[in-house]
């Protein structure tokens, strides 16, 4: 299973998150994010045009080890980045990153890309 992860601000919109995932370059099975950020209406936009799954994780889920790391992620959520650590919950036990975060030309989004075995 192929999972992109991702990270926005609360202003972002769906096409800042396609723009970071198009960066990414891959066709991913779903789409993840924070619990606190899955309901967000970008998110649910670019999901539902792709037709992917959304999968929101706890806070806990989140402590992944990531390959980058954002001094604003790392404040706002005890991560190096939420992308990847989105991307690396979801994709399961023994994930790995396919590609690390991607920005977003406005910098509202991340994408993350990661591959693995879901639950």
Same mark, same amino acid.
Request: glycine share 6%.
């Given at each position: ?7 926005? @601000?609360? *202003?972002? %919109?769906?096409? %800042?998150?396609?723009?970071? #995932?198009?960066?990414? *370059? =891959? ?6 994010? $924070? !619990? ?7 998110? /649910? +936009?670019?999901?539902?045009? #792709? ?25 706002? @959520?005890?991560?190096?980045?939420? +992308? !990847? $650590?989105?991307? #690396? =919950?979801?994709? *399961?036990?023994?994930?790995?990153? #396919?590609? &690390? /975060?991607?920005?977003?030309?406005? /910098? ?7 591959? *693995?075995? &879901?639950?």
């Amino acid at each position: 299973m192929i999972v992109a992860g991702f990270g926005f @601000r609360a *202003g972002a %919109s769906a096409q %800042s998150l396609a723009d970071a #995932l198009a960066l990414s *370059g =891959a066709a991913p099975d779903a789409l993840a994010t $924070a !619990e606190d950020k899955a309901a967000h209406p970008a998110f /649910r +936009a670019l999901a539902h045009a #792709l037709n992917l799954p959304v999968r929101a994780l706890p806070a806990a889920a989140l402590d992944q080890p990531t390959a980058t790391h954002s001094a604003a992620s790392l404040a706002a @959520r005890s991560t190096g980045s939420l +992308a !990847e $650590a989105a991307a #690396l =919950a979801a994709a *399961g036990p023994g994930a790995r990153l #396919l590609a &690390p /975060r991607q920005i977003s030309p406005d /910098r509202m989004a991340t994408c993350a890309i990661a591959t *693995g075995d &879901p639950e």
